[in-house]
């Protein structure tokens, strides 16, 4: 396949991810993620990406919310988030990334505000395993 990119099924974006830079070692392979697709209905193929620290970015934009439904939460909301659609917000504390990568020992795991991302981007290229900054 002669490409630069391509869109996957919801949720395996990390799965995909792998199997293209395990059958391509050559390839600088991007996932480029939010936190539903990540941590919710992808958050086992995102778990053993991770554990397996194989030589991939990870771009994971966090809004703790489901940006597409506008108000439903998702695993990084805070607990007590209310919105039009959730008025009594989460019950459980949220799904703390930072913590869990860095107990994974992810290779650069950041969280990082959009503005401040060409910094962090021309730093981490050159770190060996898993990347995965949080916007």
């Known amino acids: ?48 990406a991770i554990r397996r620290n194989i030589d991939i970015n990870i771009i994971l934009f966090n809004n703790e919310i489901y940006g597409l439904t506008k108000g439903q939460y998702s695993p990084t909301s805070a607990k007590g988030l209310v919105t039009r659609l959730l008025l009594s917000g989460p019950l459980k504390s949220p799904f703390l990334l930072v913590s869990w990568l860095s107990e994974q020992k992810a290779g650069f795991s950041p969280v990082q505000s959009i503005r401040m991302l060409p910094f962090p981007l021309r730093y981490m290229l050159r770190l060996p395993g898993i990347r995965a900054p949080q916007l």
Request: net charge negative.
């Open 1 to 48: 396949m002669d490409t630069y990119g391509f869109h996957g099924i919801h949720g395996r974006a990390a799965a995909i991810a792998s199997g293209v830079k395990v059958a391509n070692p050559e390839l600088s392979v991007w996932d480029i993620t939010g936190d539903g697709d990540a941590l919710a209905i992808g958050g086992n193929h995102f778990i053993h």
